[in-house]
């Protein structure tokens, strides 16, 4: 396997007397798409929130190119190149489409402090690049016609297209997506598998936590299986679909 | 307010209406009223910075207003400054108080920060009232001097002790503001505000830190506020707590909220509307500052966007589609 981009040991975080995520450790390689699984109440989600930064853990270490991550909050860490969307679309719904994705750019503005309250040439080349990028970025996802209406205006699968443009335009190099395809329909999914594999074209490194198993089983590198907040296996999506203990957790001990 | 009317036509449209002004109202109880409308201009375009594009309830601007007003008086009164350094001083003062409170208080939001924050003004009208030695408590300070006259060489002598050449400067100085502040939320930084008013979380997520932008939002509206402080005095020619009372950080959120929050042409109108509504009601006493609260309950039952989001849905509505997607292109910008 090539180098790893992320590395995390012995992971653990706890709500009261919920162990949500216990001794989890895993190393993500670089430019994989790298799936994660797992029944409702693994602790997937909770595990993404520890790697982006949402929450800090309470025990363990992950390291990010070679960066240990301790105490780096969420917007520290997208300076460091991880991004991430939500299970639960967090747009901002009155703003509109190509506005949202311009609130990604926000670490890579170019512009003199003065020329925030008088406009020059530095300014409007910084305004034209990012516009530019912007629907560059809503194109990829398919909403480019639509970038003037509202967030909240657009369709739940195009809005999670919206999230994924918009996390884009940190320009991360690993970036997180917490069940991209939830409420997708048939050809929404189909168009988001394509867009997935687009992206890792491009080079960027994707960690997908992900129900929808036809799309983990054709898109991914790798899979990691949770169960009750610990590991379970992780291989091959081939070697995951055989695996007795995986099937069980899914459909109970007797299938297995 | 639209995108068919050039920009620059629109800001020379400004300043001819305040060159004109006090040729128009000649009267001294006139001209007094544009300069009360002047700093209430100045006073809403720095809360709805807060309020309006952060999305963050701040009830301290009467705190701000006070810092700047006593600050500035004061320096000059007691430790003999020229007065436009002890006007920059309040200024600074007023702004970094207002980071100080938004360290503290934004760590607690929606309503939590509003209490914080009113908490601020309390405190800060009762050291005010009770801190004599220093402010003079109720009995206020008197025979404040307009600011010193600026001499043009070789051109002409700019006296402020008359109340025309008083409203250039502060008028004036609410039109710089204004655009200013306009470039401000049109650029990057106005992105990173309205995206930490629409979802914190969310902004974070973009490489935002929410409680850095918050500070400045809260230093910046704060500062405005002292700019509006330090005009107060030499304009009334006395300074007493009365004038920062709590209520006047609710007048001023009103104003906000009537002419439309998160826009830069709302508070300037719902400012101008209250004052000139509330003297044009004058004679029925104390019965006129019920203004504020009927023109809030309307405003927020019938135009929850306030007056200039109420406009931008009546034209667009008369004016049918083409001019829908002219205000969506306007709020993208």
């Known amino acids: ?256 | 307010m639209s995108d068919r009317v050039p920009r620059w036509l629109l800001l020379l449209v400004a300043i001819a209406v305040i060159a004109l002004l006090p040729l128009v109202f000649t009267g001294n109880y006139w001209r007094g009223i544009l300069i009360v409308c002047a700093l209430n201009v100045l006073l809403a375009m720095g809360l709805n910075l807060v309020l309006g594009y952060c999305g963050q309830l701040n009830l301290g601007q009467s705190a701000f207003y006070a810092i700047g007003a006593y600050a500035s008086t004061l320096l000059v009164m007691k430790a003999g400054w020229p007065f436009w350094i002890a006007f920059a001083a309040g200024v600074v003062l007023a702004g970094l108080f207002g980071a100080i409170l938004a360290v503290f208080g934004t760590r607690l939001r929606g309503h939590y920060l509003g209490i914080a924050s009113l908490g601020f003004a309390v405190i800060t009208y009762q050291l005010l009232i009770n801190w004599i030695d220093l402010t003079e408590g109720p009995l206020g300070i008197y025979g404040i001097m307009p600011p010193p006259p600026i001499t043009l060489p070789g051109l002409a002598t700019i006296d402020f002790s008359n109340q025309a050449t008083l409203f250039y400067l502060i008028g004036g100085t609410a039109f710089l503001i204004y655009v200013l502040l306009a470039n401000l939320v049109r650029s990057p930084i106005g992105e990173t505000l309205r995206a930490i008013r629409e979802d914190e979380v969310s902004a974070a997520s973009l490489g935002i830190n929410p409680q850095k932008w918050k500070v400045f939002a809260f230093a910046v509206g704060a500062a405005i506020a002292g700019i509006a402080g330090g005009f107060l005095p030499p304009f009334v020619g006395t300074l007493s707590p009365d004038l920062f009372q709590i209520v006047e950080s609710f007048t001023m959120m009103a104003m906000v909220i009537v002419g439309g929050m998160g826009t830069m042409a709302g508070p300037v109108i719902g400012a101008i509307l209250l004052t000139v509504l509330v003297e044009v009601l004058r004679e029925f006493g104390e019965l006129r500052l019920m203004v504020y609260g009927v023109a809030l309950a309307l405003v927020v039952l019938f135009m929850p966007g306030g007056i200039v989001q109420g406009w931008n849905a009546l034209t667009a509505s008369l004016a049918g589609r083409g001019s829908r997607e002219g205000t969506k292109a306007e709020r993208a910008r």
Request: proline letters at 4%; one cysteine or more; hydrophobic letters at 45%.
């Open chain 1, 1 to 256: 396997m090539s180098e790893l981009i992320l590395i995390a040991q012995g992971l653990h975080k706890r709500f009261g007397g919920v162990h949500a995520v216990a001794d989890i450790s895993l190393g993500i390689p670089r430019n994989v798409i790298y799936a994660v699984i797992g029944p409702n109440g693994a602790g997937k989600s909770t595990l993404l929130n520890l790697l982006s930064g949402v929450y800090q853990p309470n025990a363990g270490s992950l390291t990010f190119e070679g960066r240990d991550l301790a105490g780096l909050r969420s917007f520290d860490r997208v300076g460091l190149g991880i991004a991430r969307t939500f299970q639960k679309i967090r747009l901002f719904k009155n703003l509109s489409l190509v506005e949202n994705v311009l609130a990604g750019f926000h670490n890579h503005h170019r512009i003199p402090p003065w020329q925030y309250l008088i406009p020059g040439a530095a300014r409007r080349a910084d305004r034209d690049r990012c516009l530019g990028e912007a629907h560059e970025l809503l194109k990829l996802v398919g909403l480019d016609a639509r970038a003037d209406q509202r967030a909240g205006s657009l369709a739940y699968g195009q809005q999670r297209m919206l999230e994924i443009a918009r996390a884009l335009a940190t320009r991360p190099k690993l970036l997180m997506l917490d069940e991209p395809a939830a409420g997708l329909n048939a050809s929404e999914v189909e168009f988001l598998l394509g867009r997935l594999r687009e992206l890792k074209s491009r080079g960027v490194t994707l960690v997908v936590v992900e129900h929808n198993m036809d799309l983990v089983m054709r898109v991914s590198d790798h899979v990691f299986v949770m169960d009750h907040g610990e590991y379970l296996f992780d291989g091959l999506p081939a070697e995951v679909q055989k695996n007795p203990k995986v099937i069980g957790a899914y459909l109970g001990a007797e299938f297995a």
